[in-house]
């Protein structure tokens, strides 16, 4: 099956610092990246959609300039969590849709655990 | 908009019995996906199972069956044979047939024991 990478897999940052969270599909193309935001025991929240050659697409109440997401190519999308707080320390998680399923099966990366000092 | 809703936020079984776990949807599309995601202590989302609205027969994948019910906009998980390495917290999604955006449960915790 497909597979999508993110970097890196924990990352502790002191509040004010900016963070950037890495998702990469690894053996396909993924013009559509989707970012989503878990607490615990808690569902995924869907942030923000990426999308390759074009701006992201915000979730009502995310902020955009917090939370900068850049889709360099057809294989990565980037998730910048600028001026960090300890709120927004939490699970993140990205996934890709895999082009020409009917389905739209969404692959899943391992995710992020940001924690905010 | 289409609202997934999972009633049940806790549940245990007993080893080498059966559970089933309640997924509600409400959309106005017509044809659509769903979903079951099973998210173990690792936190990796896996794929357990899918069905297409226009399939009647449900979806069966090893242990794993679902009762699709069209008209009721409902479609269980229904895990046979448990076994300890099921223990996860399981979400059921949507995505209808335009996009690729999928709409998730609040999750299910399933703990399965010796």
């Known amino acids: 099956g497909a597979v999508v990478s993110q970097h890196p897999s924990w990352v502790i940052c002191k509040s004010g610092t900016s963070v950037k969270i890495e998702c990469r599909s690894l053996d396909f193309q993924a013009t559509t990246m989707f970012w989503y935001r878990q607490f615990p025991k808690q569902s995924l929240m869907l942030m923000a959609t990426s999308n390759e050659g074009s701006k992201a697409t915000y979730e009502q109440g995310v902020e955009k300039d917090k939370f900068l997401i850049n889709h360099a190519s057809l294989t990565l999308s980037t998730l910048t969590v600028t001026s960090a707080h300890p709120e927004d320390s939490s699970f993140y998680i990205c996934?890709?849709?895999?082009?020409?399923?009917?389905?739209?099966?969404?692959?899943f990366g391992p995710g992020t655990r940001l924690t905010v000092l | 908009a289409q609202t997934v809703t999972q009633s049940q936020p806790e549940m245990s079984v007993q080893e080498a019995e059966t559970v089933t776990l309640s997924c509600t949807y409400d959309t106005s599309e017509s044809n659509y996906y769903l979903f079951w995601y099973k998210q173990p202590p690792s936190r990796q989302m896996i794929l357990v199972i899918r069905q297409e609205a226009y399939k009647q027969q449900n979806a069966t994948e090893n242990r794993f069956s679902v009762n699709f019910q069209k008209a009721a906009k409902s479609f269980s998980l229904k895990i046979s044979d448990s076994q300890l390495g099921d223990t996860a917290m399981y979400f059921c999604?949507?995505?209808?047939?335009?996009?690729?955006?999928?709409?998730f449960g609040g999750g299910t915790r399933l703990m399965v024991k010796p």
């Open positions: 996934s890709a849709p895999l082009s020409g399923r009917p389905d739209n099966e969404q692959f």
């Open positions: 999604a949507f995505i209808n047939n335009a996009g690729n955006m999928l709409t």
